[in-house]
């Protein structure tokens, strides 16, 4: 037990005592607890394993590669379709982790051999991702910022891929892409 994980459990208003169960199932698996991303974090070998989140409508366990994890209880779900390793077990009330309780420890168990074995997730590509049509044709049009978006990371490309591509309706792409040329010009990712 991490004395410095102790505040997510103590502010927690939602979630509380799912947080307290899910906290102490975590902690019989002898891996070290650790705060990152403001959530209770396990790893092992500095690897991480799994963190503990909540949401408005669920909290979960989150398995960064929970894609290489067997699924016998059918369980695991991909938060969206972009997310290409994490997989999450989501409960919305504390009888529901009660009763998964020995499923779990299994799927912490597991998710241990996975790092262990040294499997990695095999991501896709940034070309493999959705190019949208509005920012297609800025490309075609505007050589100087097809060349700064190349010359971007793969990362920060596929973050403004993502970011793009994720918007319904093509006038809010169009509005998010003006918004960004900026920055692709000045070579920075969306998060920069």
Known sequence: MNQKVDFFFDKAQQWQKEFEKLREIALETELIEDLKWGCPCYTYEGKNIFLIHGFKEYCA???????????????????TENVQAARQ???????????????????????????ESGVKVEMKKTKEFQMPEEFQQKLDENSEL?????????????????????AKQSKTRESRIEKYIP???????IND
């Open 61 to 79: 366990l989150l398995f960064f590669k929970g894609a290489l994890m067997k699924d016998p209880a059918n369980i695991l779900i991909q938060q």
């Open 183 to 189: 920055e692709i010009l000045k070579g920075k990712g």
């Open 89 to 115: 077990i989501r409960f919305t009330n504390l009888k529901e982790i009660v009763d998964l309780e020995k499923v779990i420890k299994d799927y912490l168990f597991e998710a241990v051999e996975v790092e």
């Open 146 to 166: 097809k060349d700064a978006f190349q010359a971007l990371t793969q990362g920060r490309q596929r973050a403004y891929l993502l970011y793009f591509s994720s």
